[in-house]
């Protein structure tokens, strides 16, 4: 499967921030008694009764024009952030996945274990296209790009096979040295992992730590939407990406024709070429 598309990894996010129900004006009540009836005198009614934004990332403390506007001044601001941050996750992701190989992969008849997974580092890939244009975006997308770019590479190096049947015709070879052959693919999920570096609790933390600014607006629930948005896309990826052509080969020490005509594969390995992760 390709990279995870930016489209659904944007709606995740922005479902799981609309959950929240957050407001805006922030701590707004409504006047009470005198102030009421001031209130109420202040505006024309047209300003009294608006049309809220959609798609509702935040709700509007009321109908009134101005919280109306607030609200979606915050929607583009919010929403465009999210859109474009994930957009740079998915180019990262996707320039990972055509430039990853699987290497060290130790063969032993028709049996696969071991192996490491090379990737470019994610970092720098996310911030070249992450939102950027104000301070706030730029430092908001700095700690993001940190977070998730250190945690895939935790992640990553978890990763390893345990006696997969990739290569069954090795474990009786008609030769002396089995030709380069291609594993049978299997889900990336199939492979030994520990994702907890890139479980979606982790990753919010994470950021929350980084960015050190308990009073940055709404910065827990976007870390989170962020975080959980990467988790489910994760868990998805993973199911339907196939780990292909990784060439395996070795030498079948015990081939003695025509006393043993047939033997094992021992001490062979495997490489995969980038690309591999389809």
């Known amino acids: ?3 995870p598309q930016d489209s659904v990894v944007q709606q995740l996010a922005r479902a799981k921030f609309a959950s929240f129900n957050l407001k805006v004006p922030t701590n707004w009540q409504d006047p009470q008694g005198d102030d009421a009836d001031h209130y109420d005198r202040a505006f024309k009614p047209d300003e009294k009764a608006s049309a809220p934004g959609s798609p509702p990332l935040f709700q509007a403390a009321s109908m009134n024009k101005y919280h109306t506007d607030t609200q979606k001044m915050h929607i583009a601001a919010v929403g465009g952030f ?31 274990s071991g192996g490491q997974i090379v990737g470019p ?11 950027k ?5 730029a430092k908001y997308s ?7 770019g250190t945690a895939w590479q935790t992640f990553t190096a978890t990763v390893k096979l345990a ?15 089995a030709p380069p052959t ?3 693919p299997c889900p990336f999920g199939t492979l030994v992992q520990v994702p907890v570096s890139i479980s979606a609790p982790v990753l919010k933390a994470q950021m929350v730590a980084q960015l050190a600014d308990p009073a940055a607006p709404f910065s827990s629930e976007l870390f989170e939407s962020i975080a959980e948005a990467f988790e489910k896309t994760y868990n998805s990826w993973k199911l339907s990406t196939m780990v292909t052509n990784v060439l395996g080969s070795g030498p079948v020490p015990t081939f003695a024709p025509p006393v043993v005509p047939a033997g094992p594969v021992v001490g062979g390995t495997g490489t995969m ?5 389809k």
């Open 1 to 3: 499967m390709p990279a």
């Open 82 to 112: 999210i859109d474009g941050i994930c957009s740079a996750i998915c180019s990262a992701w996707s320039k990972w996945q055509s430039a990853a190989t699987l290497v060290g992969v130790v063969i032993a008849g028709p049996t696969a």
């Open 121 to 131: 580092p994610w970092t720098p890939l996310i911030l070249a296209s992450a939102p």
């Open 133 to 137: 244009s104000t301070p706030m975006q």
């Open 142 to 148: 700095g700690v993001v790009a940190q977070v998730i």
């Open 163 to 177: 006696g997969l049947p990739w290569y069954p015709a090795f474990a009786l070879l008609p030769s002396a040295i």
């Open 182 to 184: 291609p594993n049978i």
């Open 273 to 277: 070429s980038p690309g591999g992760f």
